[in-house]
């Protein structure tokens, strides 16, 4: 068994207002994941990953995301589009997204279905950067004209494993479409 280095979160070389969010957020040592997962992801590349839940996966995406609408690009424009399962889940992505962005201004909505779309209609207009949503509510918004993909940059399906198992496959092959195909893509599930 190799003895893994354990890589600390300084040499990720992430933005240093996310450097000083993660050590806040209490983040010191990256797991295996985060370690295989945030160097490619910083460096723009496609990603499939699997990891069990509690492993820090969703913090393996959002920092990269987050460094990336940092250091370059319009701001103000939705350029991230996070793609899961369900409500529960967007809102815990969402949760990391605003520990880990603290003192930046990046906005982040979450879009699914269950509760009224106004606010959510809002978010898309106040200028949300990171998108969080479940497929159905999302694909409601782009067909009405609130949601536009055309500056989406980085699309992640998380949990997509459950979200095919609870058939979502049709409607993530709609989203898919919807976005640029130029862009950065990371899958992630549990098995």
């Known amino acids: 068994l190799k003895k893994r280095n354990i890589l600390n979160f300084e040499q990720f070389n992430l933005d240093s207002r996310l450097m000083a969010a993660t050590k806040k957020a209490g983040y010191e040592t990256a797991t295996p994941i985060q370690e295989a997962a945030i160097p490619a992801a910083v460096r723009g590349r496609d990603i499939i990953g699997t990891a069990q839940t509690g492993t820090g996966k969703t913090a393996a995406f959002v920092l990269p995301i987050l460094n990336k609408l940092l250091s370059s690009g319009q701001r103000g424009l939705t350029r991230a589009l996070i793609v899961t399962p369900t ?5 815990q992505i969402n949760d990391v ?41 999302l694909l409601d918004l782009i067909n009405q004209g609130h949601a536009k993909m055309g500056n989406i940059e980085i699309l992640v399906l998380d949990e997509a494993d459950r979200m095919f198992d609870m058939g979502f496959l049709p409607d993530v092959k709609r989203i898919v479409k919807a976005v640029p195909e130029k862009r950065q893509t990371m899958l992630f599930s549990a098995t």
């Open 87 to 91: 409500r529960e889940l967007a809102e």
């Open 97 to 137: 997204i605003k520990e880990l962005s603290a003192g930046t201004k990046v906005r982040s909505a979450t879009i699914y279905g269950g509760v009224g779309a106004n606010p959510q209609i809002q978010a898309l207009r106040n200028g949300a950067e990171i998108l969080v949503a479940c497929p159905g509510r």
